[in-house]
């Protein structure tokens, strides 16, 4: 366990970066008022803390704690909190935050009692999405990890940030799907890891609120627009407020007939806070604006708002499909049982979207490639050579290696080291003493795990050990796929 704090940030811009959004935060220290009492003097435990939601839910808990004195402290679970510091300096100087380095599913508890966690961890990577076998082991084994972390901890509230995804498809003419309607999830369909893996977490909280006296809450979270969040990806309003402003073309990759609906920023704050603080049922409560909107007429309001001086054509993607993706929530359990509203004014929503995005994102981005320039002119690959079983594949009896299964934490490592430019030689000693060919079964078994390598060999020698003057252990390897480290 590290408590991560950077020396003072030199670079202005950066340091200002908070204050783009400083009306917001007031507004949402405003609109929850008198429940930031509950967290005086209190400690919270929060991951996901580096992500879109986790950004907002920091700097409110900060704002808060300036505007009322709650002397509450925060200490955040990350991979990398150094990167995260560097990009956002004012949480790096406050005295009431700490980041403590580490995976969701085999972090070192921190020491002390706490009164909160939020657990919001997802397993991302940079450069592209995640597999769905370690999405599925950060959603379920980490969510054990932070549960039996919490039931040490003396925690009282624990707030799961789940998603609409446990809906599985919803039904194309629905008005917004409602926490009662059992889900339409299917385990065998291999583009629904998100919302099988969050369903799986759940429950997991559910049996775990009736072995501990913890009051469980779950807020199934849909879409959402407000700065901080990703501009290029899976979400449609921020590559559309991305497209209007860089180029001349709207892109819709569908045929825009979907259905989404957004809320701001600020109004999820203030919704997760409520839930965290007043609801009191370990029941489920959609988080989510349910005025409903086409993504092509989104890509029209969005090029109307952000561009009007452009002539910016919106290009919808042909499809032969009839079916109709609808991704939307009933909001009543949330209105009837803790009085919440949706506020978000969707035009404001994306202009104030679109504002942030031009003063901060753009010159984010291009300190950063800036950065990288220089890091990619200090570089220096290596080359790494990695065995399979017992690295990358768990030991299975008798050797039968068609029955090996993944070690998910190797893998994400190797593959740091792939993408931050090393050579990677997978070299085996599968069938060196029996002569049986394991070659289709290991480049099967790699390809499905996601493992990314260069090269891969057989006729490794069977030995009892191997002595090497270059050997590094897992442990060692394991902390050199910090790209910092390297």
Known sequence: MKNSKLQPSSNKKQSSMLSLVQNDLDLIVEQVGGLWED????????????????????????????????????????????AFLAKFPEFND???ISFVTGDVRNFIYPKGDFTHVIHGAVETRKGGAPSAIALLDVLSNGTQRVLEFAGQSGVKKFLFLSSGAVYGAIAQDSEGVDENEPSNLLPQDINATLGVG????????????????????????FTFVGPFMPMQGKLAIGNFIADAINKNTIQINSDGASIRSYM???????????????????????????????????????????????????????TKSKFRSTYLPSIKRAEEQLGLVDNTNLNAAISKTADWYEKWFILYESQQKESLEIKKAAFKPKIFVCDIDGV?????????????????????AINALYDAGHSIIMFTARGTVTGINWQDVTQNQLQSWGLRYHELHFGKPAADYYVDDRMISI???TEMSNLDNL
């Open 39 to 82: 967290f005086r003097d209190g400690r919270v435990f929060l991951t996901g803390g580096t992500a879109f939601f986790g950004v907002w839910i920091l700097a409110s808990l900060q704002a808060a704690n300036k505007a009322h004195g709650l002397a509450c402290q925060v200490v955040v679970l990350s991979r990398n909190p150094n």
């Open 94 to 96: 406050d005295p009431m």
């Open 198 to 221: 969050k369903f799986s977490a759940e429950h997991l909280c559910a049996q775990f609120a009736k072995l501990h006296d913890i009051d469980i809450k779950i807020a199934r979270c």
């Open 264 to 318: 701001y920023v600020t109004e999820l704050m203030v919704w997760l806070w409520n839930i965290l603080v007043r609801h009191n049922s370990p029941l489920p409560i959609n988080v989510g604006s349910n005025t409903k909107i086409s993504i092509k007429d989104l890509a029209i309001l969005t090029s109307n708002i952000v561009a009007p001086q452009k002539n910016i054509a919106v290009k919808c993607k042909e």
């Open 392 to 412: 990358v594949a768990r030991l299975t009896s008798e050797n039968d290696y068609s029955k090996s299964s993944p070690n998910v934490k190797m893998i994400a």
């Open 475 to 477: 442990a060692a390897l």
